[in-house]
């Protein structure tokens, strides 16, 4: 987390939830916002769909843990680190967004051409 993320007070209110209603409150309604959105993504019946989604989660974490470990000194902060948690964080996010779009019905063609030119 950057210093702006720990700040009090943004724009005159409460900054976070984590300001709010404490560590432990947010991380349980994260972890159920989590359960329930990939409730909602099983429902739909499409394991392409949950794999987008769970291999754009596994991305992002690690991707936080580059930034923690680099964060702390546990990792050289390098060219190569700092492009690592992008593609982990941001171009993971937005390529499951694409991915995700891709499992309904009737994109298959695109999904060949799609991950001919992604990362996956």
Same mark, same amino acid.
């Given at each position: 987390?950057?210093?702006?993320?720990?700040?009090?007070?943004?724009?005159?209110?409460?900054?976070?939830?984590?300001?709010?209603?404490?560590?432990?409150?947010?991380?349980?309604?994260?972890?159920?916002?989590?359960? %329930?959105?990939?409730? *909602? /993504?099983?429902? @739909? $019946?499409?394991? !392409? #769909?949950?794999?987008?989604?769970?291999?754009?989660?596994?991305?992002?974490?690690?991707?936080?843990?580059?930034?923690?470990?680099?964060?702390?000194?546990?990792?050289?902060?390098?060219?190569?680190?700092?492009?690592?948690?992008?593609?982990? %964080?941001?171009?993971? *996010? /937005?390529?499951? @967004? $694409?991915?995700? !779009? #891709?499992?309904?019905?009737?994109?298959?063609?695109?999904?060949?051409?799609?991950?001919?030119?992604?990362?996956?």
């Amino acid at each position: 987390m950057t210093s702006w993320t720990r700040r009090a007070i943004r724009r005159g209110k409460p900054a976070s939830s984590d300001v709010v209603w404490g560590n432990k409150a947010t991380v349980l309604v994260g972890d159920f916002m989590l359960a %329930k959105s990939l409730g *909602l /993504i099983q429902a @739909c $019946g499409s394991l !392409e #769909l949950i794999k987008a989604v769970t291999d754009a989660a596994a991305k992002l974490a690690e991707g936080q843990v580059l930034e923690v470990m680099s964060s702390s000194n546990m990792l050289e902060v390098s060219e190569e680190v700092c492009f690592g948690i992008i593609e982990n %964080k941001t171009a993971s *996010l /937005i390529e499951s @967004c $694409g991915r995700a !779009e #891709l499992c309904s019905p009737g994109r298959t063609m695109k999904r060949t051409r799609f991950r001919s030119t992604g990362s996956t």
